[in-house]
């Protein structure tokens, strides 16, 4: 018996996910190739490696079982093609991000890995906002954009790297509808997140207004925890900070966003792009959920 990458890197995705059609968006399947290599997987091994829970799939203790072995397996796989990998060609990629993408795998996988492997591949990154990131892909001032968007907003070119609900995050304890207008802490007049709440307020006739207009996300945080007023963040979040939550009825509830993998119009095929968004597709894993991009 033999155990296939694609097959063992399907169930750990999906253990991550609990989805099949995130998943597939992950892996860019189809949700019947995905269901096809979990099939061949529990064929493969007797067991019943996955069960449905409500509208998802949760795996076994089998399913768990064989998912120890296989994350060992893929990171040691995925490990080794990253090294040896070759650099045929040499030049300049200029990459735009948010903060939260940039602060995980741009910065701690990709860029260290062209450092390592490539003298003549030369890496420009900038941090910027989500409106501005799209500006500069249209301008050319870009070649990749890391950024964020709902879900209903997502572009066919889009190469989808990850999911992530949005909450109404803000210090416990405080009541901020007692006395409005509710304050909103933003990363400035376009962040995406304070765009998307003040859409939603004002659609749900929530009397808000923007309190604060903060520079990067240790500087939310401090301002969310000592409780000065209320945001938009990633769910996951929630657990390292200590905030707590206020949703619908009283605030109105938040779409789910997508982190895309966006390319400037034209560069399809060029080897040098390809080779880069590769290597951001590879390392931007789910373990980086809860990261608040802006």
Request: glycine share 8%.
């Amino acid at each position: 018996m033999k155990f296939d990458i694609d097959s063992l890197r399907t169930l750990q995705t999906l253990a991550d996910t609990g989805n099949v059609q995130t998943t597939a968006d992950h892996l860019h399947l189809s949700r019947s190739a995905v269901s096809w290599k979990l099939k061949r997987l529990q064929e493969r091994t007797g067991c019943t490696l996955v069960r449905r829970e409500g509208r998802g799939l949760r795996l076994t203790d089998d399913g768990h079982e064989l998912l120890v072995y296989g994350r060992q397996i893929i990171d040691t796989h995925d490990a080794a093609v990253r090294r040896f990998t070759p650099i045929d060609t040499g030049g300049t990629v200029r990459v735009g991000a948010t903060e939260g993408a940039s602060a995980t795998p741009l910065l701690d996988t990709v860029a260290p890995w062209f450092r390592r492997h490539s003298a003549d591949v030369e890496l420009k990154i900038s941090l910027e906002q989500p409106a501005t990131l799209d500006e500069w892909l249209t301008d050319g001032r870009i070649d990749l954009a890391i950024t964020i968007t709902r879900e209903d907003d997502i572009d066919d070119p889009d190469i989808v790297l990850d999911r992530d609900d949005l909450v109404w995050a803000h210090s416990p304890g405080v009541d901020f509808l007692a006395s409005p207008p509710l304050p909103l802490v933003t990363w400035g007049p376009r962040c995406f997140f304070g765009t998307l709440a003040s859409q939603l307020l004002t659609t749900d006739g929530v009397d808000h207004t923007v309190s604060y207009e903060l520079p990067t996300i240790a500087a939310v945080r401090t301002a969310l925890t000592n409780g000065a007023g209320i945001a938009l963040l990633n769910r996951g979040v929630i657990g390292e900070t200590g905030l707590t939550t206020t949703g619908p009825p009283a605030l109105p509830e938040a779409p789910r966003v997508a982190y895309v993998l966006r390319r400037r119009p034209g560069t399809d095929g060029n080897p040098l792009h390809d080779l880069v968004a590769e290597q951001i597709q590879t390392s931007f894993r789910p373990q980086y959920n809860g990261a608040p991009h802006r």
